[in-house]
Each structure stands twice: as C-alpha cells, then as structure tokens.
C-alpha cells in the first residue's frame, strides 16, 4: 500500500510541473530586474484584444502584472524583456508550447515584471508590440489626484 501510495504522490508531483499553466521565473537586465511567466488562466473573456498592465509600486522598483490575449495552447513564457522608448514602456515575453500545438482560439497569459528606475516621462505601456490598457496608481497620462 505505501508503495502504491508513492506511485501515485510521484505521478502527480511530475504531473503537477508539466501542466500548461505553471509559472517560471527569471532574472532579468538593466531597467528589467526580473520577469515571471505566470502562466494561462483559461479563455480570453473580454470584449477587445487589448492586454491589461496594472503597475504598483514605486518608479525606483515597480511591479507590472500583465494580462494578455495570444492563441491557445502555449505552455511556456520566457525570455522577459523592457525598455523604455520615448514615453512608452515596452514589456515583451516569448510564448511557446512544449507540444507544438495550438488552438483556434484565444487564451488569457500572465507575466509579472518588475522594474528599477522606470523615467518619470513614461505614461503608457505596450505589451509583446500590444498597446496596453493601465491601471494602477505609478503611471498617469494626466494631472488628476490619485484614486
């Protein structure tokens, strides 16, 4: 019985890091200090293609969870990148599927960026070349008081 038990506690471990919405975590470079793929998290529920970026913390270390629509059935995200170019940061990941299959339709992806010394002259976000809907407190496009 304990060894059937074992079997079973091991196939669901290995189970476990194989399934399609796993997270993974990389260092990152310069202006990017670390990304997070955070995996799928079902169907693409919104009305519009736009990907969300809803940032908090400061300029000098800020996070940005990202939500964005891709086709269905990527497994993998990696290979995190930002930088800056004019008034726009620029997130990007690499989404990739372990089986080479993918779906007609449209599923919901997570990242989690986090940021060091993002320029104060920055007021809008693209995501893998996708502008980006904002929300959160660290970037406004407007002088209106905090939320």
């Known amino acids: 019985m304990l060894k059937l038990l074992r079997m079973v506690l ?4 290995v189970a476990m890091t ?3 919405c796993t997270s ?7 202006l990017l200090t670390e990304f997070e793929y955070l995996g799928c998290a079902g169907d693409w529920n919104e009305d519009t293609l736009e990907p969300e970026a809803t940032s908090s913390g400061t300029r000098d270390a800020a ?4 939500r964005n629509p891709a086709t269905c059935g990527f497994d993998q995200g990696s290979n995190g990148k930002a930088h ?3 008034d726009t940061l620029k997130l990007s990941y690499t989404l990739t599927s372990s089986g ?3 779906a007609a339709c449209i599923c919901e992806y997570g990242a989690r960026f986090l940021i060091s010394g993002l320029p104060a002259d920055v007021a809008k976000v693209r995501v893998n070349g996708d502008n980006a809907s904002l929300k959160g407190d660290l970037i406004r496009t407007s002088n209106a008081p905090p939320r």
């Open 10 to 13: 091991t196939l669901l471990a």
């Open 18 to 20: 194989t399934t399609a």
């Open 24 to 30: 993974h975590t990389e260092a990152g470079t310069g």
């Open 63 to 66: 996070t940005f969870l990202v």
């Open 84 to 86: 800056v170019d004019g």
């Open 100 to 102: 080479g299959d993918a």
